[in-house]
Each structure stands twice: as structure tokens, then as C-alpha cells.
């Protein structure tokens, strides 16, 4: 199974902050990745699809790039709501569909 | 507008079956596939398995295979996971979410959850 690593696991940082999340995969996965925000008690929700794609409606403050194995989300300018946790997850081999291990944004 | 509404929280005896339900609407139904995904209490997301509901193939996770079988019924477009021989490690947050009609991609619309408990 492709294992898909996510840096950091958390991290503290101000309204107004650029902010990038990295998810390094252990075999090539062309751009077959997706990023996901989710809140406590909430389901996930699709932010990037196709490793930079932007999902419709999601601000543009979130983008996304890379290919192979190496992959970034980038938040430009950090909004209030925008604290939570943020998941990467590959289809580029399965199964197993597999996910990042989460990295959680918290206000510093 | 997408919906995706499941069942209720369910509490089992470990050794039991669950089965929890996903209707869908405001899109065709037949069009798209189902992917279920679960998490445990404070942990990470978990693939399940996908079903097309355009013809029924399926694609299980290896860890769950010949325990879980996944099924949908058109004529109400609603999914279903059927998950047996329950063990406390599946306690969990099941979610469904909407997949392609032929492959595995990414997961645009997902439904609120349901919390299925295995206790003694």
C-alpha cells in the first residue's frame, strides 16, 4: 500500500499567516492527490482534487501543487474558519485508497 | 443540491453485524459511485471500499475483505455497508461519500456520519 506522509503533524500560526502543509508519498503517484478539511465533529470536505485542481466554491486562499511523490497545500493568508485539520489522501494505486495522517492548524 | 443522509448511531455487541444506510439526492444516482470511509475516536481517515452504483462492482479494502459488503438499491438511491463479526477496533465514525461512477477518485460530497459503537 502507498504510504502517503504529512508534514507537519501540527502547527501553530496567525490570522493573516501563509501557511503550507506537505504530504510526501513513498511511491510515485502521478497527481492522482487530493486535500481535505475537516472540523471536530464534522465531516471532511474536498478542498484540491488532481494535486491542484480547486473543488468548487473553496476560496481561493487554498492551492495546491506537485506531482510524483512530493505535494504541497498552501493557505495564502489564514482566515479564522480556517482552523482545522487537514488531510491528504491518494488514488493513484489501490486498494488501499489511503490518507496522510492528518495535520492539525491551530491558532496561535 | 448533493445530499448525502445516513442512518442513525448504532450501538453492537462485539461479534455482531451493522448495517448502515446512505441516501442520496439532488444528483443521478446511477451516475456516480459510493466510497465509505470511517475514523475512530480521535484518530485518521480510513478507506473502507467503493461501490459503483451504476452496476454494482465493488472494491473492498483488503484489511475488511469477507467482512464488509457493500450494496446499493437504485429504485431509492440509497448505499449501504453492511459490516459483520464486529470487534471493539471498529468503533468508529462511518461516513459515505460520492466517488466516480467507474474508478476510485476523490470524494466531493459525503454524508453526516454515523456512529456505530461495539461494546460488550
Known amino acids: 500500500a502507498i504510504q502517503l506522509t504529512q508534514s507537519p503533524s501540527s502547527l501553530s500560526a496567525s490570522v493573516g499567516d501563509r501557511v503550507t502543509i506537505t504530504c510526501r508519498a513513498s511511491?510515485?503517484?502521478?497527481?492522482?492527490l487530493a486535500w481535505y478539511q475537516q472540523k471536530p465533529g464534522k465531516a471532511p470536505k474536498l478542498l484540491i482534487y488532481?494535486?491542484?485542481s480547486l473543488e468548487s466554491g473553496v476560496p481561493s486562499r487554498f492551492s495546491g501543487s506537485g506531482s510524483g511523490t512530493d505535494f504541497t497545500l498552501t493557505i495564502s493568508s489564514l482566515q479564522p474558519e480556517d482552523f482545522a485539520t487537514y488531510y491528504c489522501?491518494?488514488?493513484?494505486?489501490?486498494?488501499?485508497?489511503?490518507f496522510g495522517q492528518g495535520t492539525r492548524l491551530e491558532i496561535k | 443540491q448533493v445530499q448525502l443522509v445516513q442512518s442513525g448511531a448504532e450501538v453492537k455487541k462485539p461479534g455482531a453485524s451493522v448495517k448502515v444506510s446512505c441516501k442520496a439526492s439532488?444528483?443521478?444516482?446511477?451516475?456516480?459511485?459510493i466510497s465509505w470511509v470511517r475514523q475512530a475516536p480521535g484518530q485518521g481517515l480510513e478507506w473502507m471500499g467503493w461501490?459503483?452504483?451504476?452496476?454494482?462492482?465493488?472494491n473492498y479494502a483488503q484489511k475488511l475483505q469477507g467482512r464488509v459488503t457493500m450494496t446499493t438499491d437504485t429504485s431509492t438511491s440509497t448505499a449501504y455497508m453492511e459490516l459483520r463479526s464486529l470487534r471493539s477496533d471498529d468503533t468508529a465514525v462511518y461516513y459515505c461519500?460520492?466517488?466516480?461512477?467507474?474508478?476510485?477518485?476523490?470524494?466531493?460530497?459525503w454524508g453526516q456520519g454515523t456512529l456505530v459503537t461495539v461494546s460488550s
Open positions: 461519500a460520492r466517488d466516480l461512477m467507474t474508478t476510485v477518485a476523490n470524494f466531493d460530497y
Open positions: 439532488g444528483y443521478t444516482f446511477t451516475s456516480y459511485g
Open positions: 461501490i459503483s452504483a451504476y452496476n454494482g462492482n465493488t
Open positions: 511511491q510515485g503517484i502521478s497527481s492522482a
Open positions: 488532481d494535486a491542484s
Open positions: 489522501q491518494q488514488f493513484n494505486s489501490y486498494p488501499p485508497i489511503t
